[in-house]
Each structure stands twice: as C-alpha cells, then as structure tokens.
C-alpha cells in the first residue's frame, strides 16, 4: 500500500537558519504529493504541492522538489522564521485506485529567536 | 470564499454518550472527509463522502459513522464514547476528492471523553 515516512521531530532551530524536512514515499503509479502545515490550535493547510516528477512546489519561501527516482519529497527553507514554528505534515495521493490522500506521522519544527 | 468550517469547536463528554459533529464544506466542494488526530497515532483517515454516499472509509469500528446531506454539509456521530475517543477531529473539504485531491481543512472539534 502506499506510506510516507518523515523524519521524527522535534526539529529544533535558530532564527534564520536553513531547514530541511525529510520525506520519502512508496506508492504505485503516478502520485501527487503535498505539504500541509498545522500551526498550534488549527486544523492543517496546504503549503505546497507537486502533481508530477520533477515540479516544484513554493509557497511562503519553503520549496520541495518531487524526486521520482529517490521517491522523495523533502521541504526546504532558506532562513526560517519564529512564525514558522508549527507541525508539517508531507501527503500523498494515489493517481489510481482509492484517491484518500495518506499522510505521514508529521514534523514539529520549533524555531527560536 | 468563506473556508471549511466545524461545530463545536470543543466537547467534553463522558464515557458511554454519544456525540454529533458537524462540518460545513467549502462552497461547491462535494467531497468531505473526516480524520481523527492523536499525539500517538497521528492523523488517521476515517471516512469520505462524495454526493451524500460513503466513498471510502477508514478502519475504525462501527461506533463511528457519517452522513452528508444535499447541500454537502456533513455530520459525524460517534457513540459510546471510550477514552481513547479523546481526539482532534478534522474534516476537509475538496472538490471532487479526485485528480491531485488538494484537500481544505477546518479548524477541528476538540473532543475530551472524561
């Protein structure tokens, strides 16, 4: 069946610095994959999304790259904010079959003045 | 575009009762689906409805159901209600639930079961 695997969290950084979360996938076929995020007392939100190998999702200076051939999908930042401290969750969904997206365990990130 | 909203946005009920959620799509989304979020089993997938029907459904027991009326509003009902009912619950929106299935979410209902 289809996962998505994050790397566990607390992801803990200064402001400024550069942030990568890791995400890699299994799935069959031809998957789109997403961002979400989930700021503290609120349901999630799309950050970003890649319908296709090869596409750049951006949104709000984060980008991730859609890697077909390493089936990854990490989330970057050059210069991370306060603001940003919040939980990520990578998704994907099945091009054929059942169309419920699957998320994966999510992310916290924290970052500090 | 007014976004997916849910009522209540808190609950607090008490082992055995039975409890009503509601969510309100996004206008002209027909597809709703609802999740339940724990710290320890994450985001899970609990069903989807698509025109009123139940399109996909998640593994969660029978105490757990759904409906969608005409106007894609959409209710979750949980009853005998168990500790670990004790959750975020989440409903999204799309439009179809099809093709690369962005998905809108709500803010949840916060449940505790005491």
Redesign the interface.
């Known amino acids: 069946g289809n996962s998505v695997t994050q790397m566990e969290g607390p992801v803990t950084l200064s402001e400024e610095a550069f942030l990568t979360i890791n995400c890699t996938y299994t799935a069959t076929g031809y998957p789109s994959l997403f961002w979400y995020v989930q700021y503290p007392g609120e349901g999630l939100q799309l950050l970003l999304k890649a319908t296709k190998a090869d596409d750049k999702g951006s949104n709000k200076g984060f980008e991730a790259t859609y890697r077909k051939e390493t089936t990854s999908f990490h989330l970057e930042k050059g210069s991370v904010q306060v603001s940003d401290s919040a939980v990520y969750f990578c998704a994907l969904s099945a091009s054929g079959g059942s169309y419920i997206p699957t998320f994966g365990r999510g992310t916290s990130l924290i970052v500090h003045p | 575009k007014a976004g997916?909203t849910?009522t209540p946005r808190y609950l607090i009920k008490t082992r055995g009762q039975q409890v009503t959620l509601s969510c309100s799509p996004i206008s002209g989304h027909r597809s709703v689906?609802w999740y339940q979020q724990t710290p320890g089993q994450?985001?899970q997938?609990l069903f989807?409805y698509f025109s009123e029907t139940q399109r996909?459904k998640?593994n969660f027991p029978g105490r757990f159901s759904g409906r969608q009326f005409s106007n894609s509003r959409s209710e979750m009902n949980v009853s005998t209600l168990e500790l670990g009912d004790s959750a975020l619950y989440?409903c999204?929106s799309s439009l179809t639930?099809?093709?690369?299935?962005?998905?809108?979410?709500?803010?949840?209902t916060r449940l505790t079961v005491t």
């Open positions: 997916v849910q689906s994450g985001l997938f989807e996909n998640g989440l999204a639930g099809k093709g690369d299935y962005e998905q809108y979410f709500g803010p949840g």
